[in-house]
């Protein structure tokens, strides 16, 4: 169902960009204006362009605190060294080991830049740190990072059984061989086999290409102990609590096995889980790829140059970033950056306390608020950010460039702004060209945003490269080359609730190890008992395809609700007022009803009030109290408005729902405040409702409010 994607662009068209909140401060949103590219609405000051370039390119200090100091030339060392006087007790200063092959294998090309990604760069960025520099902090040890080279003489982390283990996952899934072909033509032309089984609350729906034996044996994952990990990650791992349950176990197997999935029940409760097992294996990807690619930097460098045909040296892509982590806040990059250096387990955490201040707030929600707004908002709620994370074998380092880069968390606003820079010149995407995971986080809240920018950013995922950037293709993998990398990309979604712009984004993931749509069967929101009684209704209109739906819905109202609102607010006094709340979950279709109330002859004795995500603090808070004393009869509500507001509206008797909200909640929510407008005296049961409009094409929506047994029946 990829219409939507289409038809509901336009309620997600404009961003609202959130500023950080700092300690102490209660008030969410301010009101301000800003841009991107001519269409952004913001909040804050944007970063001028060329410090985006420099985020990509490094040509910025990866710390504002840090103390800048010209690096001296060789010669002006050179001079130093010949004039000071010496003394035995100097310590003479760490110089570098260069093996005897390494000048004849950087000759033949085949240990050039590409390595130098994960080696020389390193070397470059080492640096003498103190407690006293933010920058530079550390937990303990000298604060010099060791070099790689040195890292590939012992043979990276360690020689780990696993590393060689023909079972594990990240050895069979890119170990691809004669079978990609077929596997990658079934999944281009949409050849899927389709599995589907309901158990335990949950509907699952596996999907693997329609070719013979395209099923890999999958390791069933039971516990802790059954995830291939690195060593060093094990004893970490134990901190993570698993669930007795069916589903989550599901998702466990599906994530270390290099399927992608699309799960539609991320809870409040449920998100730290999620958090700590897709953290851990994009940690752990990354320190089995860097292994691969140190070991073979030191076969390489014992063939002295004479590498055979037949060794297997491709070990790379075309760039070193190989995990994009999409998430909607700052507050949420601090927790997934927080939970990876807590499995990593780092001696040092290179410039750490700036990445704290810059992206962590103390909690600022009032507690009366729902669980999952908190969840979304609470902390650092600017949603404009992009950081890179490189790990060495005894450290980690923020705001690394991010060609040099392991690990990009941003979010999509924030990493639009360099994709699509206004000077051509400054535009770059090749950092996203060798992708192995992404993961999104939350795409619910993402879904309120502008949701272009999420789908703007994964269509620049594994591409082929403008430029080569010192890449050595004779350790690039044979995929990338082929331009078949996205077959091989493992995609992660998380979300509330599953909308058809979700299932059209999944739908086009081409992952060739399969892929998993995690359902939950929902009881419905009406299940959910009142202290009132309350007649819900639900009126639905014909509508023959999904682009003539938004008319099709329109016409209906205008003739069926109209008259129905028309009546009861003729009928209403200053001491019984209508108290009508129309309840828009879609900007587009707010504003046209807006405009219709405001100018069509059919509502010129209503008078009416509208809170909307784009009406000022004091409009909103104008609208409300003209509702509630009941100088207003009909108070117009944007469901993107509640989303980021949840408001609690009072003296509302009934509810018009224009279509159903994505978010199930927020049906509850609204009646609650009716049943708060009984528990006050100002309304009896006799005078409350609760009308809806639906369509065809809304059941997802629909599902959540009615219940998944009943909507089929509506």
């Known amino acids: 169902m990829g219409f939507r994607g289409g038809l509901r662009g336009g309620n997600r068209g404009r961003t609202e960009k959130r500023r950080p909140v700092r300690n102490g401060e209660a008030k969410r949103n301010g009101v ?11 909040r804050g000051d944007s970063k001028p362009e060329d410090e985006f370039q420099d985020e990509v390119n490094g040509e910025q200090s990866s710390d504002e605190d840090e103390t800048t100091k010209s690096a001296p030339s060789a010669y002006s060392t050179l001079l130093q060294s010949l004039s000071r006087p010496t003394k035995e007790t100097d310590r003479p200063r760490k110089r570098r080991k260069i093996s005897p092959g390494e000048h004849k294998s950087n000759a033949t090309g085949l240990n050039g830049k590409a390595a130098g990604l994960l080696k020389g760069e390193d070397i470059a960025e080492t640096q003498d740190s103190s407690p006293s520099d933010e920058g530079g902090e550390t937990q303990h040890g000298s604060g010099v990072e060791e070099s790689e080279d040195e890292e590939s003489r012992q043979g990276g982390e360690s020689n780990d059984e696993d590393d060689e283990d023909a079972g594990d996952p990240y050895n069979t899934h890119f170990r691809v061989g004669d079978e990609l072909g077929s596997k990658v033509k079934a999944v281009s032309e949409k050849k899927w086999k389709s599995l589907i089984k309901e158990r335990s609350g949950w509907k699952y729906v596996w999907q693997n290409p329609d070719v013979t034996d395209a099923e890999r044996s999958r390791r069933k994952i039971k516990s802790i102990a059954d995830l291939p990990l690195k060593r060093r990650l094990m004893e970490p791992a134990t901190s993570i609590s698993l669930p007795n349950n069916a589903e989550d176990l599901e998702v466990l197997s599906t994530v270390y096995n290099y399927q992608s999935i699309l799960h539609g029940g991320r809870t409040p409760s449920n ?30 460098a014992k063939a002295d140059g004479n590498v055979p045909d037949d060794m297997d040296v491709r070990d790379q892509g075309f760039t070193r970033p190989k995990v994009l982590i999409l998430l909607e806040t700052r507050e949420q990059c601090y927790k997934w950056a927080s939970a990876i250096m807590r499995f990593f387990e780092p001696e ?15 909690d600022h929600v009032p507690d009366h608020l729902p669980e999952d707004y908190r969840d979304i908002f609470e902390g650092n709620s600017d949603n404009d950010f992009r950081i890179g994370l490189k790990f060495t074998r005894k450290s980690i380092k923020f705001f690394s460039a991010f060609y040099q880069s392991d690990i990009l968390l941003c979010s999509a606003l924030g990493l639009r702004r360099i994709i699509a820079a206004s000077d051509p010149k400054k535009r770059d995407h090749d950092f996203l060209s060798s992708i192995e995971i992404a993961i999104l986080d939350q795409a619910d809240a993402m879904l309120q945003q502008n949701w272009s920018h999420v789908t703007f950013v994964l269509s620049h995922l594994n591409l082929t490269p403008r430029d080569s950037h010192g890449t050595d293709f004779n350790r690039v993998r044979s995929f990338y080359l082929d331009s078949q990398s996205e077959y091989l990309r493992q995609t992660l979604i998380f979300s509330s609730h599953l909308t058809p712009e979700l299932q059209s984004l999944f739908n086009t993931t081409r992952t060739i190890s399969g892929r998993l749509k995690l359902i939950p069967i929902h009881p419905g929101a009406i299940a959910t008992p009142l202290p009132i009684t309350l007649k819900q209704s639900f009126n639905r209109f014909t509508s023959p395809t999904p682009s003539s739906s938004p008319d099709a819905r329109f016409s209906f109202f205008t003739a069926t609700l109209i008259p129905w609102i028309n009546k009861i607010s003729s009928l209403s006094t200053s001491t019984n007022p209508a108290g009508i ?37 004091s409009e909103q808070r104008r609208a409300r109290s003209h509702f509630q004393t009941g100088r207003d009869q009909v108070l ?7 989303h980021f507001n949840r408001y609690r509206i009072k003296g509302v008797k009934r509810v018009v729902w224009y279509a159903a909200p994505e978010n199930e909640r927020f049906w509850n929510e609204a009646l609650g405040w009716v049943a708060e407008t009984v528990g006050e005296g100002k309304a009896t049961e006799g005078e409350v409702a609760c009308r809806a409009v639906f369509g065809p094409w809304d059941g997802l929506a629909l599902e959540r409010v009615v219940g998944s047994e009943r909507v089929g029946r509506m």
């Open 581 to 617: 709340l129309l309840f828009i979950p879609s900007y587009l279709d707010f504003v046209r009803v807006r405009n219709y109330f405001a100018a069509n002859p059919a509502t010129q004795n209503i008078r009416f009030g509208q809170v909307s995500e784009y009406s000022s603090v």
């Open 32 to 42: 301000g204006e800003g841009k991107y590219a001519g269409t952004e609405q913001g």
């Open 636 to 642: 117009l509500y944007s469901g993107r408005a509640h």
């Open 348 to 362: 040092q955490r290179e410039n750490w306390s700036r990445f704290k201040d810059s992206f962590h707030a103390e």
């Open 271 to 300: 998100g730290d889980y999620l958090r700590n097992i897709t953290s851990l294996h994009a940690l752990n990807h990354i320190l089995k790829g860097r292994d691969r690619v140190l070991r073979n930097n030191e076969r390489i």
